[in-house]
């Protein structure tokens, strides 16, 4: 398909796809995962993820781009599970912040988002690891900008695109060594390509659909030597800031960070989303909630029992 601008119709049906297309390959995903935590989750986590921004959009048709990115934006950080979920909904909230204003967007603007969608992810994180989906998305999103002109086709950007991330993916066990011990790639960078080839199929006309748009449970990976390690809980919340104005990120993340590691932080001036992996969760929430209301928890215990 011959298509220089992107309307809120088609940014909404590409997003869908993209959520199909991991809701279709999540396990494998899932089988990949050795870091952050050898959790078997990844692809579950991202999987919710996505369909919680599904879910966000679900009823827009003829809606301005600027709206429905805004609500896919604030749809993921609401659901977002895990680190990788975490980080999944940044890279997206950047279409939210540059196609603001906009009815219809083009090849550069879609890059742009894309690039802007990287800042914000790195921003989250506390401790940015190379060699993950980070690294992933912005070697990507890189070799997108070089190649982009305002005439492009979108397909042709996103060809371009796609192809530098798997290059990218394929690097990865060189910049982690456990991904190289462990003989896999970065899950996380799995999964983000698996959505943008939904989204490549769906420009090309080939549209994911009847897919369930629920969460699933997350399952063991099939990965070694990690028996009887504890790695806490994955506690994660949110809360409804009783002075967003006012909400010191920075300070709040020095505060935090002695509970745990795995942190990753988004904040705006009406929430702040913690993903934390820590054996005191009560000292956790209890610190998170000096600072407003929750309006969601999720606990997950991280004790690997076996993966044998």
């Given at each position: 398909?011959?298509?220089?601008?992107?309307?809120?119709?088609?940014?909404?049906?590409?997003?869908?796809?993209?959520?199909?297309?991991?809701?279709?390959d999540y396990r494998r995903v899932d089988d990949l995962n050795v870091f952050p935590v050898p959790d078997g989750d990844t692809g579950s986590n991202m999987q919710s993820t996505m369909m919680s921004g599904v879910k966000s959009i679900s009823g827009f048709e003829d809606t301005p781009i600027e709206k429905v990115s805004k609500s896919l934006s604030r749809g993921l950080l609401m659901g977002a599970r895990g680190n990788s979920g975490v980080i999944l909904s940044q890279l997206f909230?950047?279409?939210?912040?540059?196609?603001?204003?906009?009815?219809?967007?083009?090849?550069?603007?879609f890059v742009e988002g894309l690039q802007q969608g990287v800042k914000q992810a790195y921003g989250a994180v506390i401790n940015p690891v190379e060699g993950t989906i980070l690294?992933?998305?912005?070697?990507?999103?890189?070799?997108?900008?070089?190649?982009?002109?305002?005439?492009?086709e979108l397909l042709d950007v996103l060809n371009v695109y796609i192809r530098e991330a798997y290059e990218s993916l394929e690097r990865t066990p060189s910049l982690l060594a456990v991904l190289e011990e462990a003989g896999v790639v970065d899950s996380g960078g799995a999964g983000?390509?698996?959505?943008?080839?939904?989204?490549?199929?769906?420009?090309?006309?080939?549209?994911?659909?009847?897919?369930?748009?629920?969460?699933?449970?997350?399952?063991?990976?099939?990965?070694?030597?990690?028996?009887?390690?504890?790695?806490?809980?994955?506690?994660?919340?949110?809360?409804?800031?009783?002075d967003g104005d006012n909400f010191d990120k920075s300070a709040f993340t020095n505060s935090i960070k002695r509970f745990g590691d795995s942190l990753a932080i988004v904040?705006?001036?009406?929430?702040?989303k913690v993903h934390i992996h820590t054996k005191t969760p009560g000292d956790v929430l209890n610190f998170g909630q000096q600072f407003?209301?929750?309006?969601?928890?999720?606990?997950?215990?991280?004790?690997?029992?076996?993966?044998?």
């Open positions: 398909m011959n298509i220089k601008n992107m309307n809120g119709l088609l940014f909404k049906t590409l997003v869908e796809s993209g959520a199909n297309n991991l809701a279709n909230s950047g279409f939210a912040k540059v196609f603001q204003g906009k009815e219809t967007v083009n090849a550069v603007d690294t992933v998305a912005r070697e990507a999103a890189d070799k997108a900008r070089e190649y982009v002109q305002e005439d492009s983000f390509n698996v959505i943008i080839d939904g989204m490549i199929l769906a420009l090309k006309g080939e549209i994911l659909v009847d897919s369930k748009m629920d969460t699933v449970s997350s399952v063991s990976a099939q990965i070694p030597s990690y028996e009887g390690e504890d790695f806490g809980y994955c506690t994660e919340f949110i809360v409804q800031l009783n904040a705006d001036e009406e929430i702040v407003g209301n929750f309006a969601t928890i999720l606990l997950t215990s991280g004790k690997i029992v076996s993966f044998k």
